[in-house]
């Protein structure tokens, strides 16, 4: 099973609009992280907002919010006020904790955000 | 604090030829993985380090193998290329490996094979 599932290729919003990104997460590991980067064309992965499974509060980063539901294991990106600098590739990731040996990175397909003026 | 960088940026090689990478941490960082991206199969794990040994490995053949040094920095070497080697090879470091730890990215090295 994919450790991350991103369901949306493509996504449009309008500029000053908000805008949800989906992801699904599937593991059994009771300690994880949760990681959205934000890819530009430029092609450098940025670190955006992370999120842990013991946080009781969902995580916010300037306009960048986690909408963290651990019981439906998914962990949707929310970005307010769309700026057309918004427009990049978005990937969702995860971390395992210490249960697993492995506990690399796993990223999601990610999801083409455009920003309409 | 200065953040990742690889080198070299951009490379251009023949098919046959080998490749070596190069990818500074952050410093303090002790762990650094190495991914793949290109446009048909998108982000690929290749490999992490920790303290100089290989604790992950991805679904690649052999010809890709990397290294990790006591100061942390890692490279990462391609032998014998193919024309489906040519992708953005990026490098990550995070400061150790739970699930806290936030990785962050370098520019990436954009490799051709012609």
């Known amino acids: 099973a994919q450790k991350i599932t991103q369901t949306q290729p493509g996504m449009f919003v309008q500029e000053k609009e908000a805008v949800t990104l989906d992801c699904t997460y599937d593991?059994?590991?009771?300690?994880?992280?949760l990681f959205w980067y934000k890819q530009p064309s430029s092609g450098e992965m940025i670190f955006l907002i992370y999120?842990?499974?013991?946080?009781?509060q969902n995580a916010t980063e300037g306009r960048y919010s986690l909408n963290f539901q651990k019981a439906r294991k998914s962990a949707n990106l929310v970005i307010s006020a769309s700026q057309l600098g918004d427009s990049a590739m978005y990937f969702c990731a995860m971390r395992e904790g210490r249960l697993f040996s492995g506990n690399q990175f796993y990223f999601g397909t990610g999801t083409s955000l455009t920003v309409i003026p | 604090k200065a953040g990742v960088t690889q080198t070299p940026r951009y490379l251009i090689k023949t098919r046959g030829q080998q490749v070596t990478l190069s990818c500074s941490p952050i410093?303090?960082?002790?762990?650094v993985s190495w991914y793949q991206q290109t446009p048909g199969q998108g982000l690929q794990f290749l490999f992490e380090y920790f303290s100089e040994t290989q604790r992950n490995k991805g679904n690649f053949p052999g010809r890709f193998s990397g290294r990790q040094f006591s100061n942390s920095r890692s490279e990462m070497n391609v032998s014998t290329l193919e024309l489906g080697d040519s992708a953005l090879y990026l490098c990550?470091?995070?400061?150790?490996?739970?699930?806290?730890?936030?990785?962050?990215f370098g520019p990436g090295t954009r490799l051709t094979v012609l």
């Open positions: 999120q842990g499974s013991y946080d009781q």
């Open positions: 990550a470091s995070s400061l150790i490996r739970g699930s806290t730890d936030t990785q962050y």
């Open positions: 593991t059994s590991d009771p300690s994880y992280g």
């Open positions: 410093s303090g960082h002790r762990s």
